[in-house]
């Protein structure tokens, strides 16, 4: 399968060390550098806070591997909106594809691209009302790129992940090897002692932070369509990625207890920052703000290129606008549908409510994923033809990932109900729009 026209018109050019870094690229972005401050104000000790962002990582991994299975069986442009289209119908894929450009993908790079822009604006010192522009610059450089082909974006992707790999490698060994310079080494913070100002704090507020922080696996397949030999490839790239970032995400909280113990993490809206000051002064500081910067264009980058997919997709479907469906005849970029969810997280950058549009939408991203696993029961029941991969344990993974992930999202409307409320509303009014748009445009 490696003529661009069993991939839709793509061209099979990603191997397995170039998917694995995109997995490494689109969940690594700027939420382990700043959310492990808050996940440690929502739990009791060290070893609470470290059980939380493992158990996270295998209930990620469980579901990587799932999405494997279906990146196997349907190795083409779209990822879950291919899924929930065959199994639930066009409305169901939709629904996704609707969400995920208003809100899911454009609210993200909006947020993170202003987290770049941010560290940015420090590192050189310029005033604060240049945040929002050089947001959106950030944004309109990395999609700039990859209008003239895939691989040029995927080799400053590469780029973009050794960069921020390095720069978690220079916190890790800071952390782990300089901690008598911090107030956080062994012998006034111990890593696992328990915080008595938050001893009986529940694990579940903690639990939205983390998964956040996790969120982006899928973002592989959305690209399944210039993956070669996808069938194997995406398994294999999707595994390796996965324990990857769980090896990362665990060595940088180690260094966070033990430069800063529970409390002093706790305290930290900057974490990494933090670190790096009291190990390496202003410098390290700097250094550090450098290293979040780039992880943090660089998840912005995957990002609009996953989802520019899905767009170009819906458009050969007939659910967006035809003209979205076209490739450019060199490249094979689907490049009218990437300056559309650029140009949106742009307004979204400029306008400064891309903050609460990712609240309300933090929890449809999980749950479009536990949709799509979901999937997964419907491809075994309806196509029973070879595939390279299947999840192992079947059907408890799947079922694990579904169940955990509804728990967490009926917390979330329990314990927020007005942001996930207006979450839901944004997902539902997705409804009508189809309906309108099916009279319109596809009139039977």
Same mark, same amino acid.
């Given at each position: 399968?490696s003529?661009s026209?069993?991939?839709?018109?793509?061209?099979?050019?990603?191997g397995?060390w170039?998917?694995?870094?995109?997995?490494?690229?689109g969940?690594? *972005?700027?939420?382990i550098?700043l959310?492990?401050?808050i996940?440690a104000?929502r739990t009791?000790?060290?070893?609470?806070?470290?059980?939380?962002?493992?158990?996270a990582?295998?209930?990620? $991994?469980?579901?990587?591997?799932?999405?494997?299975?279906?990146?196997?069986?349907r190795?083409?442009?779209?990822?879950?909106?291919?899924?929930?289209?065959?199994?639930?119908? =066009?409305?169901?894929g939709? #629904?996704?594809?609707w969400?995920?450009? #208003?809100?899911?993908?454009?609210?993200?790079?909006? /947020?993170?691209a202003?987290?770049?822009a941010?560290?940015?604006?420090?590192?050189f010192g310029?005033?604060?009302?240049?945040?929002?522009?050089?947001?959106?610059g950030?944004?309109?450089?990395?999609? *700039?790129?990859?209008?003239?082909?895939?691989?040029?974006g995927?080799?400053l992707?590469?780029?973009?992940?050794? #960069?921020?790999?390095?720069? &978690?490698a220079?916190l890790?060994v800071? @952390?782990?090897?300089?901690t008598g310079? *911090?107030?956080g !080494?062994a012998?006034?913070?111990?890593?696992?002692? #328990?915080? =008595?100002?938050?001893?009986?704090?529940?694990?579940?507020?903690?639990a939205?932070p983390?998964?956040?922080?996790y969120?982006?696996?899928t973002?592989?397949?959305?690209? /399944?369509?210039?993956?070669r030999?996808?069938?194997r490839?995406?398994?294999?790239?999707l595994f390796?990625?996965?324990?990857?970032?769980?090896?990362?995400? @665990?060595l940088?909280?180690?260094?966070?207890l033990?430069v800063?113990?529970?409390?002093? $993490?706790?305290?930290?809206?900057?974490?990494?920052?933090d670190?790096?000051?009291?190990?390496?002064?202003?410098? *390290?500081?700097?250094?550090?703000?450098?290293g979040?910067?780039?992880?943090?264009?660089?998840?912005?980058?995957?990002?609009?290129?996953a989802?520019a997919?899905?767009?170009?997709?819906m458009?050969?479907?007939?659910?967006?606008?035809?003209?979205v469906?076209?490739?450019? =005849?060199k !490249?094979?970029? =689907?490049?009218l549908?990437?300056?559309?969810?650029?140009?949106?997280a742009?307004?979204?950058?400029?306008?400064?409510?891309?903050?609460?549009?990712l609240d309300?939408?933090?929890?449809?991203?999980?749950? /479009?994923?536990?949709?799509?696993?979901g999937?997964?029961?419907w491809?075994?029941?309806?196509?029973?033809?070879? &595939?390279?991969?299947r999840?192992p344990?079947?059907?408890?993974?799947?079922?694990?990932?579904?169940?955990?992930v509804?728990?967490?999202?009926?917390?979330?409307?329990r314990d927020?109900?007005?942001?996930?409320?207006?979450?839901?509303?944004?997902?539902?009014?997705?409804?009508?729009v189809y309906w309108?748009?099916?009279?319109?445009f596809?009139?039977?």
């Amino acid at each position: 399968m490696s003529d661009s026209s069993s991939s839709g018109g793509y061209l099979r050019r990603l191997g397995m060390w170039d998917a694995a870094l995109i997995v490494v690229g689109g969940i690594i *972005g700027g939420g382990i550098f700043l959310n492990p401050g808050i996940i440690a104000q929502r739990t009791d000790s060290g070893l609470a806070l470290l059980l939380m962002w493992v158990g996270a990582g295998v209930l990620t $991994l469980i579901g990587a591997l799932c999405y494997a299975e279906l990146g196997a069986r349907r190795p083409r442009a779209g990822g879950s909106y291919v899924y929930l289209r065959d199994s639930l119908g =066009p409305l169901a894929g939709f #629904l996704f594809g609707w969400t995920m450009l #208003l809100v899911i993908y454009s609210g993200s790079a909006a /947020a993170v691209a202003t987290v770049f822009a941010s560290y940015s604006a420090a590192v050189f010192g310029l005033p604060k009302d240049s945040v929002a522009p050089l947001a959106a610059g950030g944004l309109v450089f990395v999609a *700039g790129i990859n209008l003239f082909g895939l691989r040029l974006g995927v080799q400053l992707q590469n780029l973009f992940t050794l #960069l921020k790999l390095l720069a &978690v490698a220079m916190l890790v060994v800071c @952390g782990l090897f300089f901690t008598g310079i *911090g107030s956080g !080494h062994a012998g006034s913070h111990p890593i696992f002692a #328990l915080d =008595p100002a938050r001893s009986g704090v529940g694990f579940m507020g903690a639990a939205l932070p983390v998964l956040f922080a996790y969120s982006g696996f899928t973002y592989l397949n959305n690209l /399944a369509g210039e993956v070669r030999e996808p069938q194997r490839t995406l398994p294999r790239a999707l595994f390796v990625g996965m324990l990857l970032v769980i090896l990362i995400y @665990g060595l940088v909280n180690v260094a966070y207890l033990a430069v800063l113990g529970h409390a002093g $993490l706790a305290a930290s809206q900057t974490p990494a920052a933090d670190v790096m000051q009291q190990v390496a002064g202003p410098i *390290g500081a700097k250094l550090m703000a450098i290293g979040i910067a780039v992880s943090t264009l660089g998840f912005c980058n995957i990002t609009l290129v996953a989802g520019a997919r899905v767009l170009q997709v819906m458009g050969a479907d007939g659910l967006f606008f035809r003209s979205v469906a076209q490739l450019h =005849p060199k !490249h094979h970029t =689907p490049n009218l549908a990437l300056l559309l969810l650029t140009g949106w997280a742009c307004v979204l950058a400029l306008s400064g409510t891309y903050g609460q549009l990712l609240d309300y939408a933090t929890f449809g991203d999980w749950l /479009a994923c536990a949709f799509g696993v979901g999937t997964l029961f419907w491809y075994r029941k309806h196509d029973r033809g070879p &595939v390279d991969f299947r999840v192992p344990g079947y059907p408890l993974l799947p079922l694990i990932f579904i169940a955990t992930v509804g728990f967490v999202v009926v917390q979330s409307l329990r314990d927020s109900p007005v942001n996930t409320g207006i979450g839901v509303l944004i997902m539902l009014s997705g409804v009508p729009v189809y309906w309108v748009w099916q009279r319109l445009f596809n009139p039977k």
